[in-house]
Protein backbone atom coordinates (compact mmCIF):
# COMPACT_ATOMS: atom_id res chain seq x y z
CA UNK A 1 0.00 0.00 0.00
CA UNK A 2 1.28 3.34 -0.29
CA UNK A 3 1.81 6.32 1.98
CA UNK A 4 3.00 9.48 2.57
CA UNK A 5 4.83 11.25 5.56
CA UNK A 6 5.19 14.77 6.26
CA UNK A 7 7.52 14.84 8.98
CA UNK A 8 7.10 18.54 10.33
CA UNK A 9 3.73 20.05 11.14
CA UNK A 10 4.60 23.36 11.33
CA UNK A 11 7.54 24.90 9.19
CA UNK A 12 8.71 28.40 10.25
CA UNK A 13 11.07 30.72 8.31
CA UNK A 14 12.39 34.21 7.41
CA UNK A 15 10.65 36.55 4.55
CA UNK A 16 13.44 35.97 1.77
CA UNK A 17 15.09 32.56 3.50
CA UNK A 18 15.16 29.37 1.27
CA UNK A 19 12.13 26.89 2.10
CA UNK A 20 12.10 23.33 2.45
CA UNK A 21 9.04 21.25 3.37
CA UNK A 22 9.80 17.50 3.87
CA UNK A 23 8.15 14.95 2.36
CA UNK A 24 8.83 10.96 2.24
CA UNK A 25 7.05 8.34 0.16
CA UNK A 26 5.98 4.87 -0.23
CA UNK A 27 4.81 3.32 -3.50
CA UNK A 28 5.21 -0.02 -5.24
CA UNK A 29 6.00 0.78 -8.63
CA UNK A 30 6.72 4.55 -10.51
CA UNK A 31 5.93 7.03 -7.82
CA UNK A 32 4.36 9.97 -9.25
CA UNK A 33 4.27 12.66 -6.80
CA UNK A 34 2.25 15.81 -6.18
CA UNK A 35 2.33 19.11 -4.40
CA UNK A 36 -0.62 20.95 -3.04
CA UNK A 37 -1.14 24.11 -1.06
CA UNK A 38 -4.49 25.28 0.45
CA UNK A 39 -5.14 28.63 1.38
CA UNK A 40 -7.63 29.68 4.69
CA UNK A 41 -10.86 29.05 3.76
CA UNK A 42 -10.09 27.63 0.10
CA UNK A 43 -9.88 24.47 -1.34
CA UNK A 44 -6.51 22.69 -2.82
CA UNK A 45 -4.73 24.47 -5.62
CA UNK A 46 -2.09 21.97 -7.41
CA UNK A 47 1.58 23.48 -7.41
CA UNK A 48 3.84 20.57 -9.25
CA UNK A 49 4.49 16.97 -10.15
CA UNK A 50 7.08 14.55 -10.70
CA UNK A 51 6.62 11.69 -13.31
CA UNK A 52 9.75 10.87 -15.01
CA UNK A 53 12.77 12.44 -15.92
CA UNK A 54 14.77 15.36 -14.03
CA UNK A 55 15.11 14.97 -10.82
CA UNK A 56 14.26 18.99 -10.27
CA UNK A 57 10.92 19.80 -11.08
CA UNK A 58 9.62 23.59 -11.63
CA UNK A 59 6.24 24.66 -10.79
CA UNK A 60 3.79 27.47 -10.13
CA UNK A 61 4.85 30.48 -7.89
CA UNK A 62 8.35 30.15 -8.01
CA UNK A 63 8.04 26.63 -6.51
CA UNK A 64 10.32 23.65 -7.18
CA UNK A 65 10.95 19.54 -5.57
CA UNK A 66 13.41 17.78 -5.64
CA UNK A 67 13.18 14.09 -6.24
CA UNK A 68 15.09 11.75 -4.65
CA UNK A 69 14.61 8.04 -5.88
CA UNK A 70 17.18 6.73 -3.39
CA UNK A 71 15.74 8.23 0.30
CA UNK A 72 12.20 7.91 -1.33
CA UNK A 73 11.34 11.66 -0.84
CA UNK A 74 10.20 14.55 -2.25
CA UNK A 75 10.84 17.61 -0.96
CA UNK A 76 9.31 20.75 -1.72
CA UNK A 77 11.28 24.24 -1.85
CA UNK A 78 10.93 27.82 -2.79
CA UNK A 79 14.87 30.08 -3.18
CA UNK A 80 13.42 32.96 -0.96
CA UNK A 81 9.76 32.75 0.66
CA UNK A 82 7.43 35.43 0.91
CA UNK A 83 4.77 35.97 3.96
CA UNK A 84 1.87 35.27 1.02
CA UNK A 85 3.86 31.15 0.67
CA UNK A 86 2.29 30.94 4.33
CA UNK A 87 -0.53 28.34 4.13
CA UNK A 88 -1.25 24.61 4.39
CA UNK A 89 1.06 22.54 1.87
CA UNK A 90 -0.02 18.87 0.78
CA UNK A 91 2.13 16.02 -0.55
CA UNK A 92 0.80 13.29 -2.13
CA UNK A 93 1.29 10.20 -4.43
CA UNK A 94 -0.60 8.83 -6.82
CA UNK A 95 -0.38 4.80 -6.78
CA UNK A 96 -2.46 1.78 -6.69
CA UNK A 97 -5.37 1.79 -8.72
CA UNK A 98 -4.58 5.32 -9.42
CA UNK A 99 -6.06 6.41 -6.11
CA UNK A 100 -4.44 9.55 -4.98
CA UNK A 101 -3.23 9.45 -1.40
CA UNK A 102 -2.13 12.72 0.67
CA UNK A 103 -0.02 13.36 3.39
CA UNK A 104 -1.27 14.94 6.44
CA UNK A 105 0.17 18.48 5.60
CA UNK A 106 2.60 20.69 6.92
CA UNK A 107 1.90 24.25 8.18
CA UNK A 108 4.15 26.68 6.62
CA UNK A 109 4.58 30.01 8.35
CA UNK A 110 6.66 32.83 6.59
CA UNK A 111 7.70 35.72 8.78
CA UNK A 112 8.56 39.05 7.68
CA UNK B 1 -13.69 27.64 -17.25
CA UNK B 2 -12.56 24.86 -15.92
CA UNK B 3 -13.78 23.72 -12.33
CA UNK B 4 -14.84 21.40 -9.55
CA UNK B 5 -18.20 22.57 -8.11
CA UNK B 6 -19.37 21.71 -4.48
CA UNK B 7 -22.82 22.97 -2.90
CA UNK B 8 -23.58 23.95 -0.72
CA UNK B 9 -20.47 25.54 0.79
CA UNK B 10 -21.75 25.90 3.68
CA UNK B 11 -24.24 23.97 5.67
CA UNK B 12 -25.45 23.54 9.21
CA UNK B 13 -28.10 20.60 9.81
CA UNK B 14 -29.37 18.16 12.90
CA UNK B 15 -28.74 14.94 13.84
CA UNK B 16 -30.61 12.48 11.78
CA UNK B 17 -31.41 14.41 8.85
CA UNK B 18 -30.75 13.02 5.04
CA UNK B 19 -28.26 15.62 3.69
CA UNK B 20 -26.49 15.57 0.19
CA UNK B 21 -23.83 17.97 -0.66
CA UNK B 22 -23.20 17.96 -4.71
CA UNK B 23 -20.17 17.39 -6.92
CA UNK B 24 -20.12 18.47 -10.22
CA UNK B 25 -17.13 18.63 -12.83
CA UNK B 26 -16.74 19.89 -16.20
CA UNK B 27 -13.42 18.51 -17.25
CA UNK B 28 -14.84 15.12 -18.21
CA UNK B 29 -12.57 13.15 -15.60
CA UNK B 30 -13.11 9.85 -15.09
CA UNK B 31 -11.63 9.60 -11.47
CA UNK B 32 -13.83 11.78 -8.57
CA UNK B 33 -13.17 11.53 -4.91
CA UNK B 34 -14.29 12.98 -1.58
CA UNK B 35 -12.18 14.24 1.51
CA UNK B 36 -12.77 15.03 4.94
CA UNK B 37 -10.31 17.44 6.35
CA UNK B 38 -10.37 17.91 10.58
CA UNK B 39 -8.05 19.46 12.30
CA UNK B 40 -4.73 17.40 13.15
CA UNK B 41 -6.18 14.80 10.96
CA UNK B 42 -5.19 16.19 7.39
CA UNK B 43 -7.45 14.86 4.35
CA UNK B 44 -8.97 11.45 4.92
CA UNK B 45 -10.50 9.64 1.98
CA UNK B 46 -13.90 8.63 2.14
CA UNK B 47 -14.69 7.48 -1.28
CA UNK B 48 -13.29 7.59 -4.83
CA UNK B 49 -14.99 6.44 -8.25
CA UNK B 50 -12.85 5.25 -11.60
CA UNK B 51 -15.47 5.95 -14.01
CA UNK B 52 -19.30 5.69 -13.77
CA UNK B 53 -20.71 2.99 -12.05
CA UNK B 54 -17.76 2.07 -10.30
CA UNK B 55 -17.15 3.27 -6.71
CA UNK B 56 -14.92 2.51 -3.67
CA UNK B 57 -14.31 2.92 -0.27
CA UNK B 58 -11.81 4.84 1.16
CA UNK B 59 -10.19 5.18 4.72
CA UNK B 60 -13.54 6.61 6.18
CA UNK B 61 -16.53 5.57 4.75
CA UNK B 62 -18.39 4.67 7.50
CA UNK B 63 -22.21 6.64 7.94
CA UNK B 64 -21.73 8.01 3.84
CA UNK B 65 -22.91 7.06 0.56
CA UNK B 66 -21.99 7.96 -2.96
CA UNK B 67 -22.92 7.34 -6.34
CA UNK B 68 -21.95 7.60 -9.64
CA UNK B 69 -24.64 7.65 -12.44
CA UNK B 70 -23.41 10.62 -14.91
CA UNK B 71 -19.83 11.31 -15.27
CA UNK B 72 -19.86 14.80 -13.99
CA UNK B 73 -21.89 14.49 -10.85
CA UNK B 74 -20.53 12.86 -7.97
CA UNK B 75 -22.84 13.25 -5.08
CA UNK B 76 -21.73 12.63 -1.03
CA UNK B 77 -25.31 11.98 0.68
CA UNK B 78 -25.07 11.71 4.60
CA UNK B 79 -28.09 9.54 5.37
CA UNK B 80 -28.29 10.15 9.00
CA UNK B 81 -25.82 12.75 10.61
CA UNK B 82 -24.22 12.38 13.78
CA UNK B 83 -21.75 15.65 15.38
CA UNK B 84 -18.87 13.63 14.27
CA UNK B 85 -19.24 14.42 10.80
CA UNK B 86 -19.27 17.80 11.38
CA UNK B 87 -16.13 18.89 9.33
CA UNK B 88 -14.76 20.44 5.96
CA UNK B 89 -15.64 18.11 3.07
CA UNK B 90 -13.78 18.47 -0.67
CA UNK B 91 -14.76 16.94 -3.76
CA UNK B 92 -11.90 16.47 -6.05
CA UNK B 93 -11.71 15.22 -9.61
CA UNK B 94 -8.81 14.25 -12.29
CA UNK B 95 -8.10 12.00 -15.40
CA UNK B 96 -7.44 8.53 -14.75
CA UNK B 97 -3.51 8.59 -16.17
CA UNK B 98 -1.50 8.35 -13.54
CA UNK B 99 0.37 11.52 -14.04
CA UNK B 100 -2.15 13.68 -13.98
CA UNK B 101 -3.22 15.83 -11.28
CA UNK B 102 -6.11 16.32 -9.39
CA UNK B 103 -8.28 19.68 -8.86
CA UNK B 104 -10.67 20.18 -5.94
CA UNK B 105 -13.50 22.17 -5.56
CA UNK B 106 -13.99 24.83 -2.53
CA UNK B 107 -14.95 22.83 -0.24
CA UNK B 108 -17.95 22.31 2.10
CA UNK B 109 -17.92 23.24 5.65
CA UNK B 110 -20.80 20.99 7.36
CA UNK B 111 -21.93 21.41 10.74
CA UNK B 112 -24.33 18.36 12.41
CA UNK B 113 -25.90 20.03 15.86
Known amino acids: AQSVAQPEDQVNVAEGNPLTVKCTYS??????LFWYVQYPNRGLQFLLKYITGDNLVKGSYGFEAEFNKSQTSFHLKKPSALVSDSALYFC??????????FGPGTRLSVLP | EAQVTQNPRYLITVTGKKLTVTCSQNMNHEYMSWYRQDPGLGLRQIYYSMNVEVTDKGDVPEGYKVSRKEKRNFPLILESPSPNQTSLYFC????????????FGQGTRLTVV
Open chain 2, 92 to 103: ASSFSGMNTEAF
Open chain 1, 27 to 32: VSGNPY
Open chain 1, 92 to 101: AVRGYGQNFV
